[in-house]
């Protein structure tokens, strides 16, 4: 059974960087042919793709955030990472990571984690 665990500060200040981490148990983000992602969900508002890191290290990322997004893995602790710079109140969400298979002919999510509440006020 795969589990993702985020973690990371809950409140973050405008301007600052925000920084949360996605620990994997059950698997290792380096198996053939998962991609790691970061997905939000602002409140009253539907999920985001943010971006993901796939299991040989590629990243990809969400066109309207790829400026001040930046996506990285620990191999040795089984972890992936995001930063979020220059935030603002709008960056305010439930942020999840979560597991994708990619069949060839289509993909889905997996697995998720149980999200996490970030909140930026000054």
């Known amino acids: 059974q795969v589990q993702l665990q985020e973690s990371g500060p809950g409140l973050v200040k405008p301007s600052q960087t925000l920084s949360l981490t996605c620990t994997v148990s059950?698997?290792?983000?380096?198996?053939?042919?998962?991609?790691w992602s970061w997905i939000r969900q602002p409140p009253g508002k539907g999920l985001e793709w943010m971006g993901a890191i796939a299991y040989d290290g590629s990243t990809y990322y969400s066109p309207s955030l790829k400026s001040h997004t930046s996506i990285s893995r620990d191999t040795s602790k089984n972890q992936f990472s995001l930063q979020l710079s220059s935030v603002t109140p709008e960056d305010t969400a439930v942020y999840y990571c979560?597991?994708?298979?990619?069949?060839?002919?289509?993909?889905?999510?997996?697995?998720w984690g149980q999200g996490t509440q970030v909140t930026v006020s000054s």
């Open positions: 979560a597991r994708e298979v990619d069949y060839g002919l289509g993909s889905t999510y997996d697995y």
């Open positions: 059950g698997g290792s983000i380096t198996t053939s042919y998962y991609y």
